[in-house]
């Protein structure tokens, strides 16, 4: 069953469809409350059934090839990781989110965390700062930067500014490591909805040094990355397996979401351990 809905709809029509029985694909952020999201986990294992998240950016093409290249060692041990967008966001298209007292982390920025943990894994500090724009009709924050600090170094950004009036927009990212590096463009976001194709470059220092290698990839972030979480959980339904986007792994990706919240709030780092 595929529940897509607002978050704080969700923990209710999820716990009834897994008392009768269903497996689950449930819209992204699971809840817009932590303890809520922990209840539809535990839900589904009282059940006995399986639920993912549909946290599909993890599938697109320019984060699938390059999970790909970092897994096999291409870059090395990976250093500094930067995802950055700047575009213009017409809110007004979409009311609930624009009253919504949560906005661009939880809506938007939770698609490149999510997709900085299927690269990296689960960071150990999260430091974020939230910003609004003078002009915006939404309520909450609309410019954020979040970084991620793991355990040997790596520092994850995440920038992300959705006033940008300028009509010199971009979306990017770039993974650097010890030995190479990968970046490229996330096509969706330019000229939304419409978009245009990822672009994905790729550099070694190890490899032809003298050569960049630009890669051409198939398919755009939407609709085609949605087969990702969707094919997951039919696999995990007939195998008996676990889905990629399990929703108790989905907790750690709600975790950071959380952490960036209470980090803007306070005005300090917070560990994603913490958030219980």
């Known amino acids: 069953m595929d529940i897509a809905v607002q978050p704080w709809h969700q923990r209710e029509i999820a716990e009834k469809a897994l008392a009768a029985g269903k497996h689950l694909l449930c819209q992204k952020p699971l809840s817009d409350v932590f303890s809520n999201a922990v209840a539809i986990v535990e839900a589904g294992q009282k059940a006995g059934r399986k639920v993912a998240v549909n946290q599909q950016m993890r599938w697109s093409a320019g984060i699938a090839a390059a999970r790909d290249l970092i897994q096999r060692g291409f870059i090395g ?28 982390v939880q809506y938007h920025s939770i698609h490149y965390i999510d997709s900085m943990r299927s690269l990296f894994g689960n960071p150990e ?32 950004m995440v920038a992300v500014n959705h006033h940008d009036e300028s009509g010199d927009g971009y979306a990017t990212f770039r993974f650097l490591g010890t030995e190479g590096l990968i970046k490229g463009t996330i096509g969706l976001m330019y000229n939304y909805p419409h978009g245009r194709p990822d ?3 790729i550099h070694s220092n190890v490899f ?5 290698f630009n890669i051409k990839l198939e398919g755009m972030w939407i609709p085609d990355a949605f087969i990702g979480p969707m094919a997951s959980l039919m696999e995990a339904i007939q195998t008996d397996g676990v889905p990629v986007t399990d929703a108790t792994d989905n907790l750690n990706t709600l975790r950071i979401i959380e952490a960036a919240y209470l980090s803007a709030a306070e005005n300090r780092s917070v560990r994603p351990a913490d958030i219980t």
């Open 77 to 104: 041990q990976p250093t500094d990781a930067q995802i950055q967008v700047t575009t213009n966001t017409p809110w007004h298209m979409w009311p609930w989110l624009a009253n919504a007292p949560r906005l661009e």
């Open 208 to 212: 032809e040094p003298e050569t960049w």
């Open 199 to 201: 672009t994905f470059e």
């Open 125 to 156: 500090w999260v430091t974020s700062r939230h910003a609004k724009y003078p002009k915006q009709g939404a309520k909450a924050e609309t410019k954020t930067i979040t970084v991620l600090d793991y355990v040997g170094g790596l520092q994850a």
